[in-house]
């Protein structure tokens, strides 16, 4: 398998952490390259379900090394936690899962600056975080005032600590909230530090070394395309870049070095917490997409708000991303549908647009133009090849391509690693 980066192409839970999984098969690196454990990838494996928020998806494959790049904000205890969860069905970490010593470390005082903001926001100002500490952290990183794991697993993290912990302490009493105690949460990171140090390691070297020596390596961004602090509806975003040109950024690996793009998209839509929605759906089928789908966030555990595919919402990540090919998700989701809808355009102040507005409050004023399609109201679970699907499952998937412009590659009808179709990839 080439050098591959796996982008969500909608606004998160699309389904990547299932192709992710599927990949891995012959993958012998897989590399988180931003976000933090606000994000949540779910693994199926046979009727076992593994939610992972921090660790690469890859890691139920045991020939795979699994990084966590420097463009990630890593929570040390959420890792500890996590690492022991996968490590007690089994799973061997020892030599498999690194940590790089540039990424950030999100601490308390991130957490709960995180929630006083969104606490304190008035109904139109909520972003919808998850609070766990990751935009403020990010805060830090871009003011120049971050703590990253080499300064965690460093002797003087100590007295660097204190300083920080004594700032932040300060923001948080002007905002209203409880101060922390800085001897105990360094004391509580230092005993972290020593368990996590054995995985600490230079990442940007070690991914460097693996693509030169011809190694099979897979990106695996969290979030999505429109959840990215750049292109995404912005304010309501993640606070780093999701898309194939955080790869670099995030993994330290140069752009010439990667082959191909996979973009990842449900055959229908979703989004969790605030913000513009253009095809969201709040009568009957939306309660349907929700319930037949298990739309609920692997992190939050809030009820996604589920819509029609929205073509222009995939055509722009699909631009933005340069994507190959489509790995198409929960295809049997709609297999109940008499009549499905996709989004092909806006309608906007009398105006017809094909692409994303930046301006947030135009794009809230902006209405869907569908095109109707025939279901097939069959079953779509038990194919295990693309021509077992019913002629007009085939046809909705394909006129997804034609409105896209992008080939399809795998095609999902099902949670479970052989629930998954693959022609191109």
Same mark, same amino acid.
């Given at each position: 398998?080439?050098?591959?980066?796996?982008?969500?192409?909608?606004?998160?839970?699309?389904?990547?952490?299932?192709?992710?999984?599927?990949?891995?098969?012959?993958?012998?690196?897989?590399?988180?390259?931003?976000?933090?454990?606000?994000?949540?990838?779910?693994?199926?494996?046979?009727?076992?379900?593994?939610?992972?928020?921090?660790?690469?998806?890859?890691?139920?494959?045991?020939?795979?090394?699994?990084?966590?790049?420097?463009?990630?904000?890593?929570?040390?205890l959420a890792l500890l936690k996590e690492m022991a969860d996968i490590q007690s069905r089994g799973v061997t970490l020892k030599n498999r899962l690194f940590v790089s010593d540039r990424a950030h470390v999100v601490f308390p005082y991130h957490r709960a600056l995180d929630e006083t903001r969104e606490t304190q926001a008035t109904d139109i100002q909520k972003i919808g975080t998850t609070k766990r500490g990751i935009g403020p952290c990010y805060g830090d990183k871009v003011s120049r005032v971050g703590l990253r794991i080499a300064d965690l697993v460093d002797p003087g993290f100590r007295a660097i600590a204190r300083r920080r912990i004594e700032e932040a302490n300060r923001i948080l009493e002007a905002l209203g909230a409880e101060p922390f105690d800085s001897d105990r949460m360094i004391e509580d990171y230092t005993r972290a530090a020593?368990?996590?140090?054995?995985?600490?390691?230079?990442?940007?070297?070690?991914?460097?070394?693996?693509?030169?020596?011809?190694?099979?390596?897979?990106?695996?961004?969290?979030?999505?395309?429109?959840?990215?602090?750049?292109?995404?509806?912005?304010?309501?975003?993640?606070?780093?870049?999701?898309?194939?040109?955080?790869?670099?950024?995030?993994?330290?690996?140069?752009?010439?070095?990667?082959?191909?793009?996979?973009?990842?998209? $449900? !055959? +229908?839509?979703? #989004?969790?917490?605030?913000?513009?929605?253009?095809?969201?759906?709040?009568?009957? =089928? @939306?309660?349907?997409?929700?319930?037949?789908?298990?739309?609920?966030?692997?992190?939050?555990?809030?009820?996604?708000?589920?819509?029609?595919?929205?073509?222009?919402?995939?055509?722009?990540?699909?631009?933005?991303?340069?994507?190959?090919?489509?790995?198409?998700?929960?295809?049997?989701?709609?297999?109940?549908?008499?009549?499905?809808?996709?989004?092909?355009?806006?309608?906007?102040?009398?105006?017809?647009?094909?692409?994303?507005?930046?301006?947030?409050?135009?794009?809230?004023?902006?209405?869907?133009?569908?095109?109707?399609?025939?279901?097939?109201?069959?079953?779509?679970?038990?194919?295990?090849?693309?021509?077992?699907?019913?002629?007009?499952? $085939? !046809? +909705?998937?394909? #006129?997804?391509?034609?409105?896209?412009?992008?080939?399809?590659?795998?095609?999902? =009808? @099902?949670?479970?690693?052989?629930?998954?179709?693959?022609?191109?990839?």
């Amino acid at each position: 398998m080439p050098i591959t980066a796996l982008v969500g192409a909608q606004w998160g839970d699309e389904g990547k952490g299932k192709i992710i999984d599927v990949l891995t098969e012959e993958a012998d690196m897989v590399v988180r390259y931003q976000g933090g454990n606000n994000a949540g990838h779910t693994v199926k494996i046979g009727d076992e379900t593994h939610i992972l928020h921090l660790v690469p998806s890859g890691v139920f494959r045991p020939q795979t090394v699994c990084v966590i790049g420097n463009g990630v904000v890593v929570d040390p205890l959420a890792l500890l936690k996590e690492m022991a969860d996968i490590q007690s069905r089994g799973v061997t970490l020892k030599n498999r899962l690194f940590v790089s010593d540039r990424a950030h470390v999100v601490f308390p005082y991130h957490r709960a600056l995180d929630e006083t903001r969104e606490t304190q926001a008035t109904d139109i100002q909520k972003i919808g975080t998850t609070k766990r500490g990751i935009g403020p952290c990010y805060g830090d990183k871009v003011s120049r005032v971050g703590l990253r794991i080499a300064d965690l697993v460093d002797p003087g993290f100590r007295a660097i600590a204190r300083r920080r912990i004594e700032e932040a302490n300060r923001i948080l009493e002007a905002l209203g909230a409880e101060p922390f105690d800085s001897d105990r949460m360094i004391e509580d990171y230092t005993r972290a530090a020593r368990q996590i140090a054995p995985y600490v390691t230079d990442s940007v070297a070690l991914i460097n070394r693996a693509a030169k020596e011809g190694r099979s390596i897979l990106f695996e961004g969290a979030q999505g395309a429109m959840l990215d602090i750049d292109f995404g509806t912005y304010p309501y975003v993640t606070s780093s870049n999701g898309t194939a040109g955080g790869v670099c950024t995030g993994a330290g690996i140069a752009p010439h070095r990667i082959d191909r793009v996979i973009g990842v998209v $449900k !055959a +229908y839509t979703t #989004r969790v917490g605030q913000g513009p929605f253009p095809t969201e759906l709040t009568d009957e =089928v @939306g309660k349907l997409l929700g319930r037949e789908g298990q739309e609920f966030g692997a992190t939050t555990g809030r009820p996604r708000r589920c819509g029609w595919f929205d073509a222009v919402v995939a055509r722009y990540a699909a631009m933005i991303n340069g994507v190959d090919f489509w790995a198409i998700t929960k295809l049997d989701v709609l297999d109940s549908l008499a009549t499905i809808r996709i989004g092909v355009a806006y309608e906007c102040d009398g105006e017809t647009r094909d692409t994303i507005p930046a301006n947030i409050r135009m794009l809230e004023r902006c209405r869907p133009v569908y095109e109707e399609v025939e279901g097939w109201q069959t079953s779509t679970g038990n194919a295990t090849r693309y021509e077992d699907l019913p002629e007009r499952a $085939k !046809a +909705y998937v394909n #006129r997804l391509c034609e409105l896209t412009g992008v080939k399809m590659g795998l095609l999902s =009808v @099902g949670p479970r690693r052989e629930s998954t179709l693959r022609l191109a990839v």
